[in-house]
């Protein structure tokens, strides 16, 4: 079996979820050394200051604010 993984992760910072957020996750990727290369982008429903540096602190190479378009990519 090939141990295939992804080429890019899309994450929702609220995943509706209990103790569970898009950062928690994004920051397990980036941090484990076999997915650590994965480029993962961020989203939200808001660009609140904090939301950003949330999630360029927990990896993320990228944060889109909801709804978006092609031109924002």
Same mark, same amino acid.
């Given at each position: 079996? %090939?141990?295939?993984?992804?080429? @890019?992760?899309?994450?929702?910072?609220?995943?509706?979820?209990?103790?569970?957020?898009?950062?928690?996750?994004?920051?397990?990727?980036? /941090?484990?050394?076999? /997915?650590?290369?994965?480029?993962?982008?961020?989203?939200?429903? /808001?660009?609140?200051? @904090?939301? %950003?540096?949330?999630?360029?602190?927990?990896?993320?190479? %990228?944060? @889109? =604010?909801?709804?978006?378009? =092609?031109?924002?990519?």
């Amino acid at each position: 079996m %090939v141990d295939k993984k992804p080429d @890019l992760i899309l994450l929702d910072v609220n995943l509706g979820i209990k103790k569970l957020d898009g950062y928690k996750i994004c920051y397990e990727v980036k /941090t484990n050394s076999e /997915t650590s290369n994965i480029p993962v982008e961020m989203m939200s429903g /808001t660009d609140e200051e @904090l939301d %950003v540096l949330k999630a360029f602190e927990s990896g993320a190479n %990228v944060f @889109l =604010k909801k709804p978006f378009s =092609k031109d924002d990519i």
